[in-house]
């Protein structure tokens, strides 16, 4: 019997419906992509359950910046708040309260605890010595799970522009950061500081932080408990900046916007006193500007 | 005792003819490779993560092939019908017992080796800091515990009728201990009695084996432990082990064979 169906013309006929199929599904997995807002592959495959793994990343860096000295579950109560102490300088009010904090595991309750403590990390201490660099891929991770958690890209540009001198590799981060989160006053003033002490264009870091300011001023107000911290944080480098720059009225304009926010407002106002004073002796403020 | 190593040598030829270590250890290999390719922020030098992924590896592909082979050496023996000759040979159901014990931890101490040598290379290479005192001490811990666990999951295998509710039991038992043991003392603070009790009784009960996972030393490069702690927690783990032992052997010399 002679066959009908040559198995070349069943080949060519199930490529031809492989390609049919191509450009009906073509258009629509493009939309799939759409779907997810970074459109990667881990944003399919974990769906919003990827940010519950950001955040354990994130705390994985902070664990790495203790060098494994960390409280778990059951040291929650102690557990480090936030990520300032991550970025905080030695000597400061957050440094010594974090200090405080992290000494958690207190007395041995009985001999199972005292030999146990042999074999796991008992003493706080930080990453130095360019060591810090051991949080990095810990931070890129979760920023790649969760694009929106902004902690993570100021953390890790203060590492990069500060201790290990990777200024652009800092600012292509942030920029990151940016594009995922546009009009984020934290990032634009982490980009202005970056500007200011890293690339010493301080006219560029003014207009970022200008813009951090009017992003603040749209952003938090209307909310039940807005962000003095970080307000205080842009009017003081702006006014810091005009000072530097010898325009006394908008220095004295920013120290009295952050003195709204500042937790030490009479610091402030007595700052506003010594730049009074500059103003009306221009002579002295010369000297000092120079100095 | 050369019994004992006969019934041995034939434990570790099995976890040689098996592609259970294989499967794992190219598994852990690739993954660990894969990830040192990736490079962060430009810098070549970060090491630690890499350090953290392979080490997790380890634990688990030990833990896998540990309750793995030993859950199914004894229940297999009364399937094939293989115990009846065995038995006839002479050789005694405490052999037996002892001899499947060493077959398997040694079997799993062969395969952790291989892990560590690949640890060391990996880690050694990249970091430029070989660390062989801080990773033999590594190894050694994981060892003892390595043996615990085999004498545990070696009761449940005459206790519990098929291995594969034994691997499972044992599985939760000794990850329950892992995350959680340290800590039972602290939960049972918290309770009213007669629960706080019976919990700080569990914690004085359960081998305590998170003492031997030492990882965080190795990681963070926090120096060595003392050698009398190391001795101590082998010490400790050995009458764990015996202990275990014995109260499957007191099991198993009254368990009728036949299925």
Not at chain 2, 5 to 16: D, G, S
Not at chain 2, 145 to 167: E, K, W, Y
Request: glycine share 6%; charged share 20%; proline share 4%.
């Amino acid at each position: 019997m002679r066959r009908i169906f040559h198995p070349i013309l069943i080949l060519i006929l199930l490529l031809a419906a492989t390609f049919s199929l191509a450009t009906l599904v073509q258009p629509r997995a493009q939309g799939w992509d759409k779907r997810g807002k970074s459109g990667n592959v881990l944003t399919l495959l974990l769906g919003d359950s990827r940010r519950m793994f950001a955040n354990h990343f994130f705390v994985k860096a902070d664990v790495s910046f203790h060098s494994g000295y960390y409280p778990s579950i059951f040291d929650q109560a102690e557990k480090p708040k936030g990520s300032g102490h991550m970025t905080s300088e030695e000597g400061s009010p957050e440094a010594e309260e974090h200090e405080r904090k992290m000494s958690f595991l207190g007395e041995p309750r009985d001999w199972v605890e005292r030999f146990g403590r042999h074999f796991f990390i008992t003493h706080h201490t930080h990453l130095e010595n360019g060591n810090e660099r051991e949080i990095l891929p810990w931070l890129k991770l979760s920023a790649e799970l969760d694009p929106q958690r902004i902690d993570t890209y100021v953390v890790a540009s203060y590492w990069l522009r500060n201790r290990l001198g990777k200024v652009s590799e800092a600012e292509e981060f942030l920029r990151q950061g940016l594009r995922n989160n546009p009009n984020n006053y934290e990032l634009l003033y982490e980009m202005g500081c970056l500007y200011n002490e890293n690339y010493h264009d301080s006219s560029r870091a003014r207009h970022i932080w200008e813009l951090a300011l009017r992003r603040w001023h749209e952003q938090e107000p209307a909310k039940k408990e807005p962000d003095l911290i970080d307000l205080d944080k842009i009017t003081i480098h702006l006014a810091r900046l005009e000072e530097h720059e010898g325009n006394w009225d908008r220095a004295i304009e920013y120290l009295e916007a952050a003195m709204k926010s500042s937790p030490n407002p009479d610091v402030l106002r007595q700052q506003i006193e010594e730049l009074k004073a500059k103003q009306r002796d221009p002579k002295t403020a010369k000297e000092s500007s120079r100095g | 005792m050369n019994t004992v190593f006969a019934l041995a040598t034939v434990v570790i030829k099995e976890l040689y003819r098996r592609k259970d270590f294989y499967v794992l250890f190219v598994m852990t290999a690739v993954i660990t490779l894969v990830m040192g390719s990736v490079s962060f922020f430009n810098d070549p030098k970060i090491v630690r993560y890499l350090k953290e992924i392979c080490l997790l590896l380890i634990w688990i592909s030990a833990l896998v092939i540990a309750i793995g082979t030993t859950a199914r050496q004894i229940p297999a023996e009364r399937e094939n019908r293989t115990i009846f000759p065995l038995l006839a040979k002479p050789v005694t159901r405490g052999q037996v017992v002892a001899g499947k014990f060493a077959g398997c931890w040694l079997a799993c101490a062969l395969a952790l080796l291989m892990f560590y040598v690949f640890f060391c290379v990996i880690s050694g290479t990249r970091e430029g800091n070989w660390s062989l005192l801080q990773n033999f001490q590594a190894f050694w811990l994981q060892c003892a515990m390595v043996g615990v666990v085999v004498a545990l999951v070696l009761l449940g295998s005459v206790i519990f009728t098929a291995p594969s509710s034994n691997a499972t039991i044992s599985f939760v038992v000794v990850i329950g201990i892992l995350l959680l043991g340290r800590h039972l003392n602290q939960v049972a603070l918290h309770q009213p009695e007669p629960l706080r009790t019976l919990v700080y009784t569990i914690y004085f009960l359960i081998p305590h084996l998170e003492w031997y996972d030492v990882r965080d030393f190795v990681i963070y490069d926090q120096g060595a432990i003392a050698w009398v702690d190391c001795l101590l927690a082998t010490l400790y783990a050995a009458v764990y082990a015996t202990l275990l032992l014995f109260a499957t052997w007191l099991v198993f010399r009254r368990k009728p064979l036949n299925l």
